[in-house]
């Protein structure tokens, strides 16, 4: 397929720049001067490839600003002048950094000699931009990409003739561009990621469910040795043996687990309102705790152990992401009740009290000590072990709060008593987090959509039908429409109609116990759900633990996030609900469907396309 010529290329971006972000196209400079472009490679001792200077004698760059178009996440076009003056920027940086400019390595250096900044990156940074080569040869005008955090990089694109031609065709044919989708935005041209999320992830918890629960670790009998029984050999003669004498270990560190303690409560109530998975209940000692936690059945879940003293339930956190210093939790453990909680974080010890839901600050205790030993070891239980303590104040902070909770509030507890003890444990499937506090409101903007106006100029029943349509695209797009409980749902918000002082704003409290959003209900169980295959899929990628993979977390990541848009959607005012919809949605052409929903004009036509 031949390759159209620079000029036609420009001629069909001013058609659709002229046509769908006219602003944009007003910012495109007139053609550079022929003696502007030979004195700017007189002065930069180059010839400019002949790509470029057709180009630049189509236009002399943009003028830049808000409306300047730009070659999505490469920036604006360059000026003559741009190109002069960020080009001999980019030699004296390369030249500070000691690049040797030999011919074995095109891009083994910052920047060559003969490397041309064409545009501006983003966000202006020169150093983020694209170059061609001037260097003579095969490659001579290819395109290549300057990265600020990276090493240069050559592009697909072997000439800037090549790069115009395909900005042109996405452009008119709402194709992407750099993996993005040009769209015209009250007459801007813009960029949006055209994403889509593989439809069937692996569930790392569908595979912990295939995997049955390790049994407890074996016991060594008290003062049994692990080496091996000699053997008596009576054919030998006399030995020399050798005994090595090594230095006594430290004692290892005190137990300093997260606790939290509720009053009058048993300790299954108290693992129901901490979200205990029932299959997963059985007495555990805490080598048996940690134990199955670090196992493939737990998938990354957290794990508790259960048990009571005096008049309080307690709850021990042997494995997982931290649960009792979450505002959610001491709320829920503490409702008609009151709950202590005593974390350690390293430096920090933190008493915190609440009663029914309401902190207590006078109760509240918080020590930070300063690092009193330089020793430093990442894992926190290994440090335990090794008797290596960073921070000693912190570990006097720690036993002085827990023995201050007898005094206190008749709390009578050590970790080490019950360290062997089958106390009744569970996996979690942790509380959801707290909503934005809705008096915040929305953006003004979203995905540069100027919110605040529609919401301004909309009926707030027009805005909340067209807000459940977006949720059901959104829903759509990443799959969770498929989940009963989610789709159940989506057909009532779609078909609820909103009565009372506050039609514009909450869904409504009637409505979120119907839609099963009460804690243990099936819709929020299947957004804690998949808030836990977020966790695990993360920590399985991090640990290259296959068969979970990164477009398996970024399909979890987008689920969990489209189920947080429909919790926010019944439990927010539509205005703040719409700006987390909005600014989740897969699609490129977001805008246009938004237009269809509200009825403004019907549908438009596709992103970028220009009827003949």
Not at 40 to 63: I, K, Q
Not at 90 to 101: A, E, F, H, K, V
Not at 189 to 207: F, G, I, K, T
Not at 220 to 233: I, L, M, W
């Amino acid at each position: 397929m031949s390759i159209p010529a620079v000029e036609e290329s420009w001629a069909r971006i001013e058609a659709w720049l002229a046509r769908h972000a006219p602003f944009s196209h007003a910012r495109l400079r007139p053609p550079a001067a022929g003696e502007e472009i030979r004195a700017a490679e007189r002065e930069l001792g180059l010839m400019f490839p002949p790509d470029l200077v057709a180009s630049l004698r189509c236009h002399d760059g943009v003028e830049p600003g808000e409306a300047a178009p730009e070659l999505a996440c490469y920036g604006p076009p360059a000026r003559v002048a741009d190109i002069v003056r960020h080009t001999a920027m980019l030699r004296d940086i390369g030249t500070d950094l000691g690049d040797i400019d030999g011919d074995e390595d095109e891009l083994g250096a910052y920047w060559r000699q003969e490397w041309l900044l064409i545009t501006l990156g983003a966000d202006g940074q020169a150093s983020d931009g694209l170059f061609v080569t001037a260097r003579p040869g095969p490659g001579h005008g290819r395109v290549g990409h300057s990265r600020t955090e990276d090493a240069p990089v050559f592009t697909a694109w072997s000439s800037l003739r090549h790069l115009l031609a395909d900005f042109a065709e996405a452009l008119q044919e709402g194709r992407p561009f750099a993996g993005r989708v040009a769209v015209g935005v009250d007459g801007v041209l813009r960029w949006e990621d055209d994403r889509s999320v593989v439809p069937d992830p692996v569930s790392p918890l569908a595979l912990a469910a295939q995997t049955a629960e390790p049994e407890p670790p074996a016991q060594r009998e008290p003062g049994a040795s692990s080496a091996p029984a000699p053997t008596e050999d009576r054919e030998a003669g006399p030995r020399l043996t050798f005994v090595r004498v090594a230095p006594p270990r430290p004692q290892p560190l005190p137990d300093q687990p997260d606790l939290v303690f509720a009053e009058r409560l048993a300790p299954a109530e108290l693992l129901r309102r901490l979200g205990a998975i029932p299959a997963t209940v059985r007495p555990r000692s805490r080598s048996h705790a940690e134990h199955a936690a670090a196992s493939p059945w737990a998938a990354h879940r957290p794990m508790v152990r259960a048990g009571t003293t005096g008049g309080w339930a307690y709850a021990v956190q042997e494995e997982g992401a931290a649960q009792f210093g979450r505002a959610e939790v001491l709320r829920a453990v503490s409702e008609g009740t009151r709950a202590v909680a005593l974390i350690r974080q390293g430096p920090e010890v933190r008493r915190t009290v609440v009663v029914d839901g309401v902190p207590d600050g006078e109760a509240a205790r918080l020590v930070v000590s300063p690092r009193e030993n330089v020793a430093s070891v990442p894992d926190r239980k290994l440090a335990r072990r090794l008797g290596v303590d960073p921070w000693p104040g912190s570990t006097a902070a720690y036993a002085r709060l827990l023995a201050e909770l007898d005094g206190e509030f008749g709390i009578r507890y050590r970790p080490r008593d019950d360290a062997g003890t089958g106390l009744t444990s569970a996996l979690l499937l942790p509380l959801l987090d707290d909503l934005p506090d809705p008096a915040c409101g929305p953006a003004g903007e979203v995905r540069g959509f100027d919110l605040a106006a529609l919401v301004d100029r909309t009926p707030p029943e027009r805005l909340r039908r067209a807000c459940a349509a977006q949720l059901r695209r959104l829903a759509a797009e990443t799959g969770i429409d498929a989940y009963p409980e989610i789709a159940e749902a989506l057909a009532r918000t779609g078909r609820a109609e909103r009565t009372g002082p506050d039609a514009g704003g909450h869904t409504g409290p009637d409505d979120t116990e119907n839609l099963g959003l009460g804690v243990g209900d099936p819709l929020d169980l299947r957004i804690r759900t998949l808030a836990a295959e977020v966790g695990a899929a993360r920590r399985a990628v991090r640990d290259e633990a296959g068969p979970v993979g990164p477009e398996d977390l970024s399909a979890w990541i987008a689920r969990e996030q489209a189920a947080q848009a429909l919790r926010a959607f019944v439990l927010l005012p539509v205005p703040v609900a719409a700006e987390r919809i909005l600014g989740l949605r897969l699609s490129a052409r977001w805008r246009d469907e938004l237009a269809a929903d509200l009825g403004e004009g019907g549908p438009q036509p596709a992103a970028g396309r220009v009827n003949s």
